[in-house]
């Protein structure tokens, strides 16, 4: 927005300043100012600090005022894993699964990711759009002012072109920012199973023909893998990603969520900006992301929605001196929530991080995951105007209620994109 405004009367002001990645004991320090304001003008952090000395400042007494009245202010949530793109819910599966299917009976019975698979390439641009924006609202309502979004349920030219299209769009459309990922490696899809070289063929689409329209579009910034029993192998998840780095395309992978494949460690081999999921790693997996930059971005919401009893271990990962970051993983298969805090709810009970290094995985280390942390993730003189207002007046009651929505204003770039009254 243009102009100034002044966000004053913070019981607690989350900064998170400090710029950088997150770990081991500075995942816990948020930076708070007691009786905080900032100070905004066209979009850009001016001035943050105690309300005395913020309000003193002479733009400041110019400036439009938002009195947030003894609420906490932290930066906007950077969910920096989602499935933003997809045309039905999985309702059906839901019963099946809370009947005792796994998540990979279902798939080997032509459900899971091939069912939205179908749908998605069924649908029409608009009814996709349409659903996208009706996410999008809902994940400002919690919070939320960046998604980094996959495609990944089209798996042909078309298709992945018309989701990764969406994103470009929707980027204009709407306030939140999107970060584009490229998911064709989801898993192989139909027309290619069950023949001889399906797999491999199906590769070779990937990398020689959809790979460079992709690049020729700019229509994303990284390149993602499912690798996993029933998806991607380890040889042929490593020869995709290696192939979107020489196409500009960083690596992210989808890693050691059902069965351990090695791809934590292909992850930090090959740069990887982060490896997510992470349930089954071993102690090497561990150390190798201890002493790396790849962020280990866990996603508590996908054990949560599958009823499974093993989630990833944060507690050794943290203490490991890993870069760990929480995402809703927002997908129809196995986390359909947008919820940042209740994904901060389940970190605390399930994941046993606190509060502290909770709010920190969600902000900062989620930009850092995304290489966005110059500009976002923690409210700094500089930084964009992100931020959240909780109608809580302790930080850790934001994790503390679950399945309500103490969220009362969410604003991106200085203008207000979500207000609850
Ligand atoms: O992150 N694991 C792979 N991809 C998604 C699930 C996608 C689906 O089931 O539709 C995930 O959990
Ligand atoms: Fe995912």
């Known amino acids: 927005m243009s102009g100034s405004l002044l966000i004053t009367g913070a019981s607690q002001l989350l900064t998170l300043r400090g710029r950088g990645a997150r770990r081991g004991d500075s995942l816990s320090e948020l930076g708070i100012v007691n009786e905080g304001a900032l100070l905004l003008r066209d979009g850009v952090i001016i001035a943050v600090g105690a309300r005395a000395k913020v309000e003193r400042l002479p733009e400041a007494k110019r400036a439009e005022k938002i009195d947030v009245d003894g609420r906490v202010v932290l930066p906007g949530f950077v969910d920096s894993h989602t499935h933003l793109v997809h045309a039905a819910s999985r309702a059906e599966e839901y019963e099946l699964k809370i009947a005792g299917a796994s998540y990979e009976e279902i798939a080997r019975k032509g459900g899971g990711i091939l069912n939205s698979v179908q749908k998605l390439r069924a649908a ?40 990764l299209g969406l994103h470009r769009s929707l980027a204009t459309r709407q306030p939140i920012e999107i970060v584009s990922t490229f998911l064709g490696a989801h898993v ?77 460690q292909l992850a930090v ?31 508590p919401g996908c ?22 970051a929480l995402a809703t993983d927002y997908n129809p298969g196995t986390s359909p929530t947008p919820s940042m805090p209740m994904i901060l709810s389940l970190a605390c ?18 930009a850092y995951a995304l290489r966005l942390e110059a500009t976002i993730g923690s409210l700094e003189a500089g930084k964009q105007a992100d931020l959240a207002v909780f109608d809580v007046a302790d930080y850790r009651e934001i994790p503390y209620y679950f399945g309500v929505n103490n969220c009362s204003i969410t604003l991106k770039r200085g203008q207000i994109i979500y207000a609850s009254e």
Not at 135 to 148: H, S
Not at 200 to 207: A, F, K
Not at 270 to 296: F, W, Y
Request: glycine share 10%; aromatic share 6%; proline share 3%.
């Open 124 to 163: 029409t641009e608009e009814a996709l759009r349409v659903r996208a924006l009706g996410a999008l609202a809902q994940f400002a309502a919690y919070g939320t002012t960046t998604i980094e979004a996959k495609s990944g349920y089209g798996l042909n030219l078309a298709s992945e072109l018309k989701i």
């Open 269 to 299: 081999k090959l740069g990887a900006a982060s490896c997510d999921h992470l349930e089954q790693v071993n102690s090497p997996d561990i150390r190798a992301l201890g002493k790396s930059n790849t962020v280990a971005t866990l996603l």
């Open 188 to 264: 192989v899809p139909a027309e290619y199973r069950g023949k001889a070289d399906g797999t491999e063929r199906y590769i070779r689409l990937l990398v020689d023909r959809i790979m460079p329209e992709v690049v020729a579009g700019r229509l994303a910034e990284f390149c993602d893998v499912f690798c996993d029993r029933g998806a991607f192998s380890l040889t042929q998840s490593r020869g995709i990603l290696q192939a979107g780095v020489k196409y500009g395309l960083a690596p992210r992978i989808h890693a050691e969520q059902l069965s351990r494949t090695g791809a934590a």
């Open 349 to 366: 009970t399930q994941l046993r991080m606190t509060p502290e290094e909770a709010i920190t995985a969600a902000t900062i280390n989620g």
């Open 303 to 324: 054990d949560f929605h599958l009823g499974l009893k093993k989630y990833a271990p944060a507690r050794a990962l943290i203490e490991a001196g890993a870069i760990v």
